[in-house]
Every structure is written in C-alpha cells, then in structure tokens.
C-alpha cells in the first residue's frame, strides 16, 4: 500500500523518447543546411561563369563598336564615340555585303520553312515507305561537316554547267537548313493529339480548314522556332558561302577579307544591330508562346 501511493503521488515516469536512427544505423554524418546552401551557390556560380564565357565576345564586340579608334586596327581603346554610328556609309561594299546577307537569309528562310514545316508534318503524323531513309538523310545533312557539303555542292554545280552566285547560294543554304527546320517541326508534331483534328472533322471542317484552323496553330511555335534558327545559320554562314557565291560578296565574306587589313568598327555596330534584332524577336517570340499557353 504503502508503494503505491507514494507512486500516485509521484506520477507516471514518462517513456523515453525515440531516437531517428540507432547507433548501429548511423552511416555519416548528416547533411546540414549549410553545406546544401554552399553547393546551390557553387552551382549557381558556375553557371554564371559559363554564361559570362558565352556572352564575352559579345560584348566586346558592342563595346568596341564605341571605339574611338584612329588606324584600321580595331582591337585597342582609344576612346568613347558616337561617330561610327553615323558613318555606315563609309564603306558601300560592306553596305551590300550587308544587303545580300539579308536578302539570301530570307529567301532561304521562306523556301526553307514551307518545305520544311510539311517534312516535319509528314515525319510526325504519318508512316510511308522509306520514312527511315528520310530520317537518316536528315540527321545525316546535320551531321556532314561545312566543308564536305560545299565542296560536294560545288562539284555539282561545276559538273552540271550550273554559274556559282546568288542563286546558287541560295539553293547551298536552303539544302544545309532544310533538316533543321524539319526535325523541329516534328519534335512539335508528335507532341500533338490527334484526337484534335479528328473533333475539328467530326464537325465539318474539311482537311484543309482543319490544318489551318486547328493543325497549324498549334505547331506555329515549331515553326517559329525552324525559321529563326534557319535565318541564323544563313545569315552567320562562311564556310558553304565560300564555295557556292562566286563573285557575290556575304557579310562573313566581307569580315573575312577585311581581317586581312583591320576590321573596321562599322563592323562592331552591324553585328550590334544583327544581334538586338535577334535578341527582340527571341523576346517576342517568348512572351508570345507564355501567353498562348
């Protein structure tokens, strides 16, 4: 009796509290929050590191296009100036340079993209005999060095009686953007439901209101994304340029030449322009495809 009560008296010994882990459990020491906050920041770090790489050029090209520089040699800082921005006259055979890259860019691009959007349709959504071959052929045409296509495209034309110039220079930049253009439009494609289509003919829209209605909207951000990357690879080509131009001068071409004896700061200020227009459409491009989604 005499147990007890003092045990009522006292109260109830509570149970000990269960440990996470037992001793013989344990395998390291426990990753704290400091060390998980270190490696995001070093994470964090390296990619700003590789995006600085990136970009360097750039920027030193935009800097430099404010170079006050007084020889032909546009690699020392002399100065800020405003003054070549107003002199890209100075040089009319840079000016048709520019010109003829712009105008082979977007002719290309327009054959490129129509061509290329229905291959890349054609690859998604249905299956034919020798779709294999026309795979194989793409990615082969992105895998095939520069310097093998416009060698392999010069000897044609050679062989086939063909003038290298502007033309030729255009079919040379159309065949080495087709396979781009075609495989970003069926990496669209096969991400579509069909059953989207199918509702759009259960309703009575033939098949041509049906892709333009419904098909084309929904891959236009493939498209997009072909035609951009087909002006880039045109607008910025050296090496194919080189082989099928002939007597007309590119604006790589052009740089090309003139590294021989300095490269102008006119120069800086065209890729200047070439890439804020680039920059301005890839921000359009963005924001539109947010809010389409």
């Given at each position: 009796?005499?147990?007890?009560?003092?045990?009522?008296?006292?109260?109830?010994?509570?149970?000990?509290?269960?440990?996470?882990?037992?001793?013989?459990?344990?395998?390291?020491?426990?990753?704290?929050?400091?060390?998980?906050?270190?490696?995001?920041?070093?994470?964090?770090?390296?990619?700003?590191?590789?995006?600085?790489?990136?970009?360097?050029?750039?920027?030193?090209?935009?800097?430099?296009?404010?170079?006050?520089?007084?020889?032909?040699?546009?690699?020392?800082?002399?100065?800020?100036?405003?003054?070549?921005?107003?002199?890209?006259?100075?040089?009319?055979?840079?000016?048709?340079?520019?010109?003829?890259?712009?105008?082979?860019?977007?002719?290309?691009?327009?054959?490129?993209?129509?061509?290329?959007?229905?291959?890349?349709?054609?690859l998604g959504r249905y299956r034919f005999r020798?779709?294999?071959?026309?795979?194989?052929?793409?990615?082969?045409?992105?895998?095939?060095?520069?310097?093998?296509?416009?060698?392999?495209?010069?000897?044609?034309?050679?062989?086939?009686?063909?003038?290298?110039?502007?033309?030729?220079?255009?079919?040379?930049?159309?065949?080495?953007?087709?396979?781009?253009?075609?495989?970003?439009?069926?990496?669209?494609?096969?991400?579509?439901?069909?059953?989207?289509?199918?509702?759009?003919?259960?309703?009575?829209?033939?098949?041509?209101?049906?892709?333009?209605?419904?098909?084309?909207?929904?891959?236009?951000?493939?498209?997009?994304?072909?035609?951009?990357?087909?002006?880039?690879?045109?607008?910025?080509?050296?090496?194919?340029?080189?082989?099928?131009?002939?007597?007309?001068?590119?604006?790589?071409?052009?740089?090309?030449?003139?590294?021989?004896?300095?490269?102008?700061?006119?120069?800086?200020?065209?890729?200047?322009?070439?890439?804020?227009?680039?920059?301005?459409?890839?921000?359009?491009?963005?924001?539109?495809?947010?809010?389409?989604?």
């Open positions: 009796m005499t147990s007890t009560s003092e045990t009522g008296a006292v109260g109830t010994v509570p149970p000990p509290r269960a440990s996470g882990t037992t001793s013989g459990a344990r395998s390291g020491p426990p990753v704290t929050k400091k060390s998980g906050r270190f490696g995001d920041r070093l994470l964090k770090g390296y990619v700003w590191l590789i995006l600085a790489w990136l970009f360097l050029p750039i920027v030193v090209m935009i800097v430099f296009g404010f170079n006050d520089t007084q020889s032909k040699s546009n690699v020392t800082w002399q100065g800020f100036t405003f003054k070549w921005w107003g002199r890209l006259g100075d040089y009319p055979d840079l000016t048709t340079a520019v010109f003829n890259s712009l105008k082979i860019a977007v002719i290309s691009v327009v054959i490129t993209t129509v061509i290329g959007t229905f291959m890349g349709l054609a020798g779709q294999g071959a026309t795979n194989l052929v793409l990615f082969a045409a992105i895998a095939s060095p520069e310097l093998v296509m416009g060698a392999s495209l010069l000897s044609l034309f050679v062989s086939s009686g063909v003038q290298t110039g502007f033309v030729t220079v255009i079919i040379a930049h159309v065949l080495f953007s087709l396979s781009f253009v075609a495989i970003t439009v069926r990496a669209r494609v096969v991400g579509l439901d069909p059953s989207i289509e199918e509702a759009a003919r259960d309703l009575g829209a033939s098949t041509w209101v049906t892709f333009w209605r419904v098909t084309f909207p929904m891959i236009l951000p493939g498209v997009v994304s072909g035609a951009l990357l087909a002006f880039a690879l045109s607008i910025d080509d050296f090496v194919i340029t080189q082989f099928t131009s002939g007597s007309v001068q590119t604006f790589p071409l052009w740089i090309w030449g003139a590294t021989r004896i300095g490269v102008p700061p006119q120069v800086n200020i065209i890729g200047t322009l070439i890439f804020a227009v680039g920059v301005v459409i890839a921000v359009v491009n963005t924001v539109t495809s947010r809010r389409r989604t």
